[in-house]
């Protein structure tokens, strides 16, 4: 079994990218004192540093490297090491400029900036296979080392590339995934406008076509190219874990919906020893830490609830959206510890000292362009002192009250073309139902449509659009032995081959929730409908409608108004032990509060109601003890009521009946008893 925590490392992990080769070696000497100074645990090294490793084919440059890990390893800081085979060196592109990706258009990309990488190309491999193993000889017993940081963020900045390479290995994969093209047919329903192919050969991937192409063939494309990343990891894994045996090895994930939409993470979480993540906020006017708290579910979940460690975010602002906010003061150890509490076993940033040169000289870092009489600083050695008083929480697991389901491939299908409206968007439901679950004071774990549900007493299905039908049979089973579901409209319609299930929609749903539907009906853009419900109570639904016929379900809300005046909005199914809650329309957030209210209450959950909008608690629990996490997004003073009584670890203050939690604060007691 390889070994899944950072070698060597005894606290929780603090520090972040360091790239010292910006620098005369004269600033390292600086940079080490500043660590020591702010309590840096761990950094991670060498990510973009094949060009200066290899500066010619086969010639090896370690001397700077060997100077820096033992610099480090005499100042106490463990080294996450960098396989560098995001950004090949130029010269390997003048060898082979094959290995850079082709855009659908035809447009092959230039080398200049990073990630330019065709995955297929056997010189990029043969050359990643080469480098990694001259590292892994060289450093698998450096004292430093604490784990293997393979690429960077697999999947950005390009996510498939579409030359001649992958198009024969996308043939290669398809003999290996159907086995003959008439099983290739039939899954892609080439019948329909021609597109019948009378040999493997015949295909290539999904170039630009004059208008919408195969829909079964664009999925496939998706997974494939997911597929052929992952095997470059892979690759590079075995042979560090071959060399370099006892280290784990991680690369760094982007769960968050908006950073990356082109890695099936569930698949990804299988290969890596120690998940990882990096997370930016998106500063388009939202509430920035429900999305970041999401990001941190779905990565502890990826993670299969097991610790993980977010390995990237800011102190600050960023440099790539169109405006970068500050951090505002306080925001930073909020963003941090929040995702501690989700499970995270320490916070590290890009970067550790801000360039002064190069495309992210206006990111922020650890170091700020000013130096050390900055806030900046003064808050990062707050933190580092914060994360080194919750050395005890190491090892502990989040617990969640629900679970959401969510499936790349299904998101992946939903945002091919021509769906009966461009206005429903999957990760937009799955944003609204997970705020709608935080603002009822939730912990949401994520979890894979086939897997096993019985644990959670709320199973929610924002917009699952592709489900088998071993999915459907599974959310099925887990109704009938007692647990409350709720699901949103145009979800279970197809199958793993964007197939429409056979028989009235949706297929892999219908018994479940006792209700077929007999068409949609989605809303022009500014329409809404109203749906009033047996109190009297009024909600509002946009985007979509339906017709839905109730066969056993029960109709909830009606539809007051709109193309389906008269028919059920939301309805209710009892069968077996359990229910299913079914809604199709667009919900706002008011609608998806009074809804989850009553699935909450169906599945016997305690209401939470006396915490604050915008307080954030959250539990973490293991041997050593349970812990209570509580952040204070807001700007006025609360109380949070305990459990039990407690020690709070950042103040070191007894905690008993109600602990005072200032305006934007965060504090983790250790629950006693
Ligand atoms: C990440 C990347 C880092 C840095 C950072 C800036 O996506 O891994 O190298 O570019 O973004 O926010």
Redesign the pocket.
Known sequence: MPETAPKGLTRLAFGG?YNPEQWPESVWQEDVRLMREAGVTLVSVG??SWALLEPEPGVYDFGWLDRLLDLLHDNGVRVDLGTPTVVPPAWFYRAHPDALPVTADGVRYAFGSRGAICHSNADYRAAAARITTELAERYASHPALAMWHVH??YG?PVSACYCDSCAAHFRRWLRTTYGTVEAVNEAWGTAFWGQRYADLEQITPPRTAPTVGNPGQALDYKRFADATMRENFVMERDILHRLSPGVPVTT?F?TALS?CDSVDYWAWGREVDLVTN?H?LITDGRRTHVNLAMAADLTRSVAGGAPWLLL?H?TSG???QPRNPAKTPGQMARNSLAHVARGSEGALF??WRQSRRGA?KF?SAMVPHGGTDTRVWREVVELGASLDALSEIRGTRTRADVAVLWDWHSWWAQNLQWRPSEDHDARERADAFYAALYDHHLTVDFAHPEADLSAYPLVVVPALYLMTEAAGRNVERYVENGGTLVVSYFSGIVDEHDAVHEGAHPGALRNVLGLTVEEFSPLLQGQSVRITGPDGSALTGDVWTEFVVPRDAEPVWTYADGPTAGRPAVTRHRLGEGTAWYVSTRLDAQGLDVLLGCAVEDAGIAGRADLPRDVEVVRRTGESGTYLFAINHTASDVKVALEADGTELLTGERAAGRLALPAGAVRVVRLHG
């Open positions: 990218d990510i973009f960077n963020e950005v760094n982007m950073q990096d930016y990237e800011s960023v440099n790539w890009f970067q992210e990111h």
